[in-house]
């Protein structure tokens, strides 16, 4: 029984490069959540999509940030014309419904040279 | 403004001791409360959740309690042992406004001793 899977698990980029962070959710999970840690601080949310659809995507810088959830395949962060400030881990969580608990994945952790 | 927080970096007790990790919040609304295990280069791991429709959930070693009048909740690990050693995420949640978001505190570094 699969956790949630995420990769790469490392990624280096340099500024202006485009990143694409991956997420498959647990089994029988239909909900995904992207979360962002920056050195120090604790998980701050960015968007929680279903299947083909984003729900809530309040935590989601304005520009270069974009998610999606398609019906095949995992869910993707793609992070445009990436910055120094972008360096950070991203963490992927799902939940079989909303409201029951989010497990989460190892994380990709994104550094931009 | 920070709506959950866990005021203590870090913390160290000696192994078989009890350790007490606490959380504040801010936000009335909140109605689900939760507690991550996070080692070093891993994901968060659950631990424990509450509902605020209850005031203590035990799960083995690891006891969570709410105080929603004092807007606050603590983790209790007794007996602790050195594989207790993490950073210990509070989070919450509340279904006002929101849509299964989770509210992170900033973690306190738990070291137990052998």
């Known amino acids: 029984n699969a956790g949630v899977m995420q990769n790469p698990r490392h990624l280096v980029r340099r500024r202006g490069q485009e990143a694409r962070l991956r997420c498959s959710p647990m089994k029988g999970h239909s909900h995904v959540y992207w979360y962002r840690q920056l050195p120090e601080e604790g998980l701050k949310f960015m968007v929680y999509?279903?299947?083909?659809?984003?729900?809530?995507e309040s935590g989601m810088p304005k520009e270069r940030f974009s998610a999606e959830f398609p019906k095949e395949g995992p869910s993707i962060l793609r992070i445009q014309q990436v910055v120094r400030g972008d360096s950070a881990a991203y963490f992927c969580?799902?939940?079989?419904?909303?409201?029951?608990?989010?497990?989460f994945g190892p994380g990709t952790r994104l550094l931009v040279l | 403004d920070q709506q959950v927080k866990q005021n203590s970096p870090s913390l160290s007790v000696q192994e078989g001791r009890i350790s007490i990790l606490n959380c504040d919040y801010t936000n009335s609304m909140f109605d689900y409360f939760l507690w991550y295990k996070k080692y070093p280069a891993e994901g968060p791991t659950f631990l424990i959740s509450?509902?605020?429709?209850?005031d203590k959930n035990e799960d083995g070693r690891f006891t969570v309690f709410l105080n929603k009048s004092a807007k606050h909740l603590s983790l209790h690990i007794v007996p602790s042992q050195p594989g207790d050693s993490a950073v210990y995420f509070c989070a919450a949640s509340g279904t006002e406004g929101s849509q299964g978001n989770l509210i992170f505190g900033k973690g306190t570094k738990l070291s137990v001793k052998p």
């Open positions: 509450i509902s605020s429709i209850k």
């Open positions: 969580a799902s939940s079989p419904q909303l409201g029951e608990t989010q497990y």
């Open positions: 999509l279903q299947k083909e659809n984003i729900i809530d």
